[in-house]
T-cell receptor, first 115, second 109 residues
Framework: GAGVSQSPSNKVTEKGKDVELRCDPISGHTALYWYRQRLGQGLEFLIYFQGNSAPDKSGLPSDRFSAERTGESVSTLTIQRTQQEDSAVYLC?????????????FGNGTRLTVT | GQSLEQPSEVTAVEGAIVQINCTYQTSGFYGLSWYQQHDGGAPTFLSYNALDGLEETGRFSSFLSRSDSYGYLLLQELQMKDSASYFCAVGSNDYKLSFGAGTTVTVRA
């Protein structure tokens, strides 16, 4: 009955490789969000899902980034041809619904390091 | 788009009161939230204001003035464990929740 789970917790990859980050939200949460947090900085919105749909993908930094969600549950964020600038903590959060009254429950993040 | 401004750092002693201000610009404003993040940890929800006024939750209170596009988080009776980053976040009717850059609060003995 845990909270939001993200895997892996740490990922070191070489520049140019693809990576896949996974998020298991709290069961029953309709909304799922991805954020990026660079060291010492705020949370940069990437994308949100309402159910399995992502109504707005404009927050994704480039076309190397993509995300999907299936079964109104697990979500994966894929980064192709990684660059050093992609190094950051990627945070996933879920909430009961997309409306602002529902608090976001965050996972512990995946720390991505691109060498 | 949305923009939020909050101070980058605040330092105070144990037992003191700290106020973290947040001003925002957004279209289709929905509400203002506050999150706490300890070093290396996940952000955790503190409070939410959709209407003008003060919301109190224990030692923490949050205030919103929609007409001024302004809110604040008040931390009372500061404890060492309150040392963390605090983020204001604005919700808008496009369902994006945009976060400020965060305020690092350091509590000294």
């Amino acid at each position: 009955g845990a909270g939001v789970s993200q895997s892996p917790s740490n990922k070191v990859t070489e520049k140019g490789k693809d990576v896949e980050l996974r998020c298991d939200p709290i069961s029953g949460h309709t909304a799922l969000y991805w954020y990026r947090q660079r060291l010492g900085q705020g949370l940069e919105f990437l994308i949100y899902f309402q159910g399995n749909s992502a109504p707005d993908k404009s927050g994704l930094p480039s076309d190397r980034f993509s995300a999907e969600r299936t079964g109104e549950s697990v979500s994966t964020l894929t980064i192709q041809r990684t660059q050093q600038e992609d190094s950051a903590v990627y945070l996933c959060a879920s909430s009961l619904e997309v409306e602002g009254t529902s608090p976001l429950h965050f996972g512990n993040g995946t720390r991505l390091t691109v060498t | 788009g949305q923009s939020l401004e909050q101070p980058s750092e605040v330092t105070a002693v144990e037992g003191a009161i700290v106020q973290i201000n947040c001003t925002y610009q957004t279209s289709g404003f929905y509400g203002l939230s506050w999150y706490q993040q300890h070093d290396g940890g996940a952000p955790t929800f503190l409070s939410y204001n959709a209407l003008d006024g003060l919301e109190e939750t224990g030692r923490f209170s949050s205030f919103l003035s929609r007409s001024d596009s302004y809110g604040y988080l008040l931390l009372q009776e500061l404890q060492m464990k309150d040392s963390a980053s605090y983020f204001c976040a604005v919700g808008s009717n496009d369902y994006k929740l945009s976060f400020g850059a965060g305020t690092t609060v350091t509590v000294r003995a």
